[in-house]
């Protein structure tokens, strides 16, 4: 599934999975699962046959908006 990073086509890494996202937040397999399923804050996260994947590109932008929405409410 994995594609030449050179065409700059949007599927130029590979999906993660819930174990790599927990991995990559430093949090359980199970809070992934959650907050894929959750309204807020929801993780970025879709089905493919069932299995639940993310773009690491929509896992990033994830993480700054969270990163942003608290600095706004720290300040």
């Known amino acids: 599934m994995e594609r030449s990073k050179s065409n700059g086509d949007a599927m130029t ?3 993660l999975g819930p174990v790599q996202v927990a ?3 430093g949090v359980s397999v199970a809070w992934v699962r959650d907050h894929a399923t959750r309204k807020q804050p929801r993780l970025p996260m879709f ?3 069932g299995l639940l ?3 690491p590109e929509d896992l990033e932008r994830w993480v700054e908006r969270m990163r942003e929405a608290g600095a706004r409410r720290a300040s």
């Open 13 to 15: 890494e590979k999906l």
């Open 53 to 55: 994947k993310c773009h």
């Open 47 to 49: 089905k493919i046959g």
């Open 23 to 25: 991995d990559q937040l």
